[in-house]
């Protein structure tokens, strides 16, 4: 296919925008505004609206030509045959949401990837090898918690039985696990969730931002050459529960105040290192207004493109933690409150390991021409502040993908879309419809584009 043939390849904005909001009729959550679409979303993974959603992707699939193989973790390959046998190249991404999530955050890769399949049919594009669309399970790992794991476990790095039993959060007390919620709404799939059952030649995922970068500098596309290190921990702080009234300062072993501690201190040892720490879940005991809470579980979430520097933020933080909850730290963080003589206990579990991951040169000089195309130019180089020309920009992911793991076996790139004041996990997040058509337009020439240098390589 030529250059002039892949111009000629238009995806429509208003039939992508169509799929994006009417799927989104499944799992509606939080109205924000006063428009029609102008909810979040609340579809958690393997829910009833889930299973909708689902059932959506496989019949249009399937109406656009496609054969659809569900897998033992539910993940969804619709495949698009080529004149030649062999793996498909994918544009893949999620359909389920945060709890209080938005209508953008993986829902555009999906519907991008069935436009990229109408607008292939539409044209009567015939390429050279398979292609296809991915809709992965439990990317969110919001109520199943473990993000990513379904990708995880076709990487081979997650067992598929700790995978099945993961047991469900949301609600709180919900007896479900993943297994048995996946036959419950009828997508445990027979084929089993591995790479070498479903391989991928090439997996391209389109995605919103999630943060502020390519809206303030009014770019129209970012190239995403890796996603950065991160770790997830859970701290348990135990203490002594007492009277609020009756226990001075000098006597409690507040687990609580330790905790609000050890979480200042990973604000302060990840700014030195220019890393990110964050705490999003905070469960406490016995939870009553008169009595110092003796028992503390918190998340804690330490993220940067090094390894290195996670590990070393960790490391700090492991010391720091420890240090407060002696009788004798001199940490900053115990500068304002009163010594005790009684301590708390600090232990750590980890939790969850991705590692920094680089995304393969021939994707993403695929998606860079696709991106180029959009406004006519020839492929630029990046600058010092990896700017392509003015209207892209190379860039690191700072939020996990499913696309992590199938870069251990496939090349792979993501494309992301601008982002409303960096607003995501929220139910006003929000890309323009333009900027939904150009990351799908890109996402299109990008596939197709790696379609063509496989024919040239004749694999």
Known sequence: MTEKDLASLRVQQDRLMHDIHSTCEWGKGERWGDGHTETGMSRLSLSDTDKQARDWFAETTKSLGCKLTTDAMGNQFAVRPGLNEGAPTYAGSHLDTQPTGGRYDGILGVTAGVEMLRTLNDNWVETNYPTGVINWTNEEGARFPKSMVSSGVWAGDIPIQDAHALKSVIPANDTATMKSDL??????????????????????????????????????????????????????????????????????????????????????????????????????????????????????????????????????????????????????????????????????????????????????????AAAASLVDSSVPEPDAELNLGAWGKVMTSGAGHDSVYTSKHAPTCMIFAPSRDGVSHNPREFTTPEGCADGAQVLLGAVVRYDRLRGERGR
């Not at 979480?263 to 990840?270: C, E, K, M, N, T």
């Not at 990110?276 to 804690?300: D, M, Y």
């Open 183 to 368: 036959e419950r709404i009828g997508y445990l799939g027979d084929t089993s969730c591995s790479h070498t059952a479903m391989p991928i030649a090439a997996h391209f995922e389109l995605h919103i931002e999630q943060g502020p970068i390519l809206e303030a500098e009014n770019r129209r596309v970012g190239i995403v050459r890796g996603v950065q290190s991160y770790k997830w921990f859970t701290i348990t702080v135990r203490g002594k529960e007492s009277h609020t009234g009756a226990t001075s300062f000098a006597h409690r072993a507040d687990a609580l105040l330790l905790a609000s501690k050890c979480i200042l201190a990973s604000h302060r040892i990840a700014t030195k290192h220019n890393a990110l720490a964050s705490t999003g879940i905070l469960n406490l005991r016995p939870g009553s207004t008169n009595t110092v809470p003796g028992f503390v579980e918190l998340s804690l979430d330490i993220r940067s493109p090094s390894n290195e520097t996670v590990e070393n933020v960790e490391a700090e933080c492991r010391a720091a933690f420890s240090a407060l909850a002696s009788n004798d730290s001199t940490e900053p963080e115990v500068a304002h409150s009163h010594p005790s003589s009684l301590t708390c206990s600090v232990d750590w579990r980890t939790d969850f390991v991705s590692p920094a991951t680089s995304f393969h040169k021939d994707c993403i000089s695929c998606a860079t």
